[in-house]
């Protein structure tokens, strides 16, 4: 079973920078497509970026210009860099893995992470 695990959230300032990590193992990493999502309690959960199997990238409108995605496909990891954090960033951050086509819908997606803490305060 691929497991993915996330990292590197916690507690900033709005204007702060954070960097969010996911580690990937059992999958061959290189054919997926690997997804941030966000969600808050009660709230859907909300797409961020992605970074398809070939370096493509694409984002939510509200994470243009302020986020961008790697990987190092030797490393099987993927991060999340996030610039200039609103305190509307506040959620829980979560990673997922989607065979081949990158995609914004979370139902896409085929393994998931336990999520990291993201609070941005004003």
């Known amino acids: 079973q691929a497991r993915l695990v996330e990292s590197g959230g916690g507690l900033v300032q709005a204007g702060d920078s954070l960097r969010l990590s996911c580690a990937a193992s059992n999958l061959i990493f290189s054919s997926y497509s690997m997804g941030w999502f966000r969600q808050n309690p009660g709230k859907e959960r909300e797409f961020v970026g992605f970074?398809?199997?070939?370096?493509?990238?694409s984002f939510a409108d509200s994470a243009k210009g302020r986020f961008s995605i790697s990987r190092d496909n030797d490393k099987n990891t993927v991060d999340l860099q996030m610039n200039a954090l609103k305190p509307e960033d506040t959620a829980v951050y979560y990673c997922a893995a989607k065979y081949f086509r990158g995609s914004q819908n979370p139902d896409e997606y085929d393994y998931w992470g336990q999520g990291t803490q993201v609070t941005v305060s004003s």
């Open positions: 970074i398809s199997w070939n370096g493509g990238t």
